[in-house]
């Protein structure tokens, strides 16, 4: 059983479209997070989430939105897509979202945007 | 600000050396976590370990161990014997205690293990 699952695994599509990526835990737990890794490699946390309540908002552009309908889902909606917005996203989920908890990530969605 | 520093951005060994991966942090902060991550060639990423800044001592897991100092502020990763399975990305990273976890990640050490 897969723990945290994101959809899709591959996402190509074109300049200025809008589209969505899932995910999904089956861990029960309360915090989820999405993150970006750009083509360096550098890993980023863009939101996270606590009991369906935004709880860390980084300077992200108003073009990306997360919702979380319930505590086992966030979805991440991008309107407009641009070039920049190239990368790896990646999904997490923690336990509670403190300090020391682990946070365990999806397989990651490779987004192109042409 | 919290920050990571991997500063070998690639290592390449043969099969069976020893190979350490070193991370270096910055923080004010007297309570903090910090973590090991892998990203295999298929790109997801695994959790290793993790270890708080009251716990000193060195861990062991197989061919993997890890050594935390406080007084260096680094806390680095030896893998023992290294396969061709240990080819990967691996990132350090260190808990924000900013009242919910914000993890902040290095910028990864691409390790190279041929046969």
């Known amino acids: 059983d897969t723990a945290v699952s994101q959809t899709p695994k591959y996402l190509v599509t074109q300049m200025g479209n809008d589209k969505s990526i899932k995910c999904e835990q089956n861990l029960g737990h309360d915090t989820m997070y999405w993150y970006k890794q750009d083509s360096k490699k550098f890993l980023k946390i863009m939101f996270s989430y606590n009991n369906k309540e935004l709880i860390i908002n980084e300077t992200v552009p108003n073009r990306f939105s997360p919702k979380s309908p319930d505590k086992a889902h966030l979805n991440l909606h991008i309107n407009s897509l641009e070039l920049g917005d190239s990368a790896v996203y990646f999904c997490?989920?923690?336990?509670?979202?403190?300090?020391?908890?682990?946070?365990?990530f999806g397989p990651g969605t490779r987004l192109t945007v042409l | 600000a919290q920050k990571v520093t991997q500063a070998q951005t690639e290592i390449s060994v043969v099969e069976k050396e020893d190979v350490t991966l070193d991370c270096v942090y910055e923080t004010r902060d007297t309570t903090y976590y910090l973590f090991w991550y892998k990203q295999p060639p298929s790109g997801e990423l695994v959790f290793l370990i993790r270890r708080n800044s009251f716990d000193e001592q060195n861990e062991i897991s197989g061919r993997y161990s890890w050594n935390f100092q406080k007084s260096t502020s680094s806390f680095n990763f030896t893998i023992t014997a290294s396969q061709v399975v240990d080819s990967a990305v691996y990132f350090c990273?260190?808990?924000?205690?900013?009242?919910?976890?914000?993890?902040?990640f290095g910028t990864g050490t691409r390790l190279l293990v041929s046969p």
């Open positions: 990273a260190l808990s924000e205690p900013t009242g919910f976890q914000k993890l902040v």
């Open positions: 997490a989920s923690s336990q509670g979202g403190s300090v020391s908890d682990t946070q365990y």
